[in-house]
C-alpha cells in the first residue's frame, strides 16, 4: 500500500481535528420534525442529498478546485470556491462549508502543505477547496478523492443519525453499506457534467436546515 492511500484515508478520518462531527446539515430538525423516525427514512434522506446535491453540485465543482490547484489557476479556484459557497442555501450551512475550510486549512498548512496559508483567514475559503488541495499534494487521484470526499459526508451524516433517531450502531453500518453502492455511480455522474449543468437542488434539506437555526434544542450546528 502506498502513502498515497493512506494520506486519502487520512484525509476523511473521523479523527481530523476540524470539527466535522458538529454538523447535522438539518437532519437534527428533520428528526425534530419527524420527516425522518427510522432506518428506511434516514437511507432516504441522505442517498436523496447524495444523488440531488453531491452528485449534482459538489462532485463536480470539487474536480474542478483539483484542476485549479493542478493548473495553478487562481481564477478557477476563486471562481469555484465561491461559486460553492453561494450554493448553501442556508446561514448554517455556508457557515459549516467556511468553517470546515478555514479548519482543514490551518491543519494542512501545520501538515507542511503550504499553498493552504493564504487560504486560512480568506473570505471565499471552502471545505471543497481545501479538501481538492490536500488530495492533489498528496498525489491522490481526482476520482478517488471525489468518492472518499462523498464517503466522508455519508459517514458523518451517518454518524449524526446514529444518535438523533436514533439507529443502532449495526444499522448505521447497515447503511453506510448501501451508500458505498451508490458513491461510485453519483461521482461519475458529477465528474461528467459540463459547467452549465452544475447545480444541487434539495429543498427540503434547505428548509430543515433553515428551521434548525430557530430551533428550540440542539445538539448539533446545522
Request: aromatic letters at 10%; a negative charge.
Amino acid at each position: 500500500m502506498t502513502n498515497t492511500r493512506l494520506r486519502l484515508w487520512q484525509l476523511i478520518s473521523p479523527t481530523l481535528p476540524i470539527g466535522a462531527y458538529a454538523y447535522s446539515q438539518g437532519l437534527e430538525y428533520a428528526v425534530e420534525a419527524g420527516w425522518v423516525r427510522q432506518e428506511k427514512d434516514t437511507q432516504e434522506w441522505i442517498e436523496g442529498q447524495v444523488k440531488s446535491v453531491l452528485a449534482v453540485l459538489d462532485a463536480p465543482v470539487f474536480a474542478r478546485l483539483y484542476r485549479g490547484w493542478q493548473e495553478s489557476d487562481a481564477a478557477a479556484l476563486d471562481y469555484w470556491s465561491r461559486l460553492l459557497l453561494a450554493a448553501r442555501e442556508s446561514s448554517e450551512l455556508l457557515a459549516e462549508e467556511r468553517n470546515l475550510g478555514t479548519a482543514l486549512a490551518r491543519l494542512l498548512l501545520a501538515l507542511g502543505v503550504e499553498k493552504a496559508r493564504e487560504w486560512c483567514a480568506a473570505s471565499h475559503t471552502s471545505y471543497a477547496a481545501m479538501f481538492a488541495l490536500g488530495a492533489w499534494h498528496w498525489d491522490i487521484p481526482v476520482e478517488e478523492a471525489a468518492e472518499a470526499y462523498v464517503w466522508a459526508w455519508c459517514e458523518k451524516q451517518v454518524g449524526a443519525a446514529v444518535k438523533l433517531v436514533p439507529l443502532g450502531q449495526t444499522a448505521g453500518q447497515r447503511l453506510l453499506l448501501q451508500l458505498a453502492d451508490i458513491i461510485p455511480q453519483a461521482v461519475e455522474k458529477g465528474l461528467d457534467l459540463k459547467d452549465e449543468q452544475i447545480g444541487g437542488l434539495a429543498p427540503g434539506l434547505g428548509i430543515a436546515s433553515a428551521l434548525h437555526e430557530v430551533q428550540y434544542t440542539r445538539l448539533f450546528r446545522s
